[in-house]
């Protein structure tokens, strides 16, 4: 079965909207994320890179990060990220069982 162009726009404008639902939604760590749905921004940054391999486009993972987080990890970091909780890393390392 071949992909038909309409499903791809529409697979990226949901693709988008994802990435601004996260965007929108930054008090939404990633650790948080990582509990509950085992992916994060980080994770989609690797499949960033994965896809763009696949198709001979070269992307290196900061440049992913970026596209994903909408700026340099390292200033949304410092903006939005801070240290995880005891709470959430006893719960990361739970999952990770």
């Known amino acids: 079965m071949t ?9 990226a404008s949901a ?22 749905a085992d992916f994060c921004r980080n994770c989609l940054s690797k499949w960033y890179v994965t896809a763009a391999e696949e198709r001979g486009v070269a992307i290196d993972y900061e440049q992913a990060r970026e596209i994903i987080y909408g700026m340099p990890y390292s200033e949304w970091k410092d903006k939005h990220q ?13 999952r990770q069982k």
Request: no cysteine; glycine share 0%.
């Open 15 to 36: 693709f988008r909207r994802l990435l601004q639902h996260l965007d929108d939604h930054k008090e939404v760590q990633n650790i948080d994320l990582m509990i509950l």
């Open 3 to 11: 992909q038909s162009s309409d499903q791809t726009e529409i697979e």
């Open 82 to 94: 801070p240290p995880a909780n005891a709470e959430q890393l006893e719960a990361f390392a739970a």
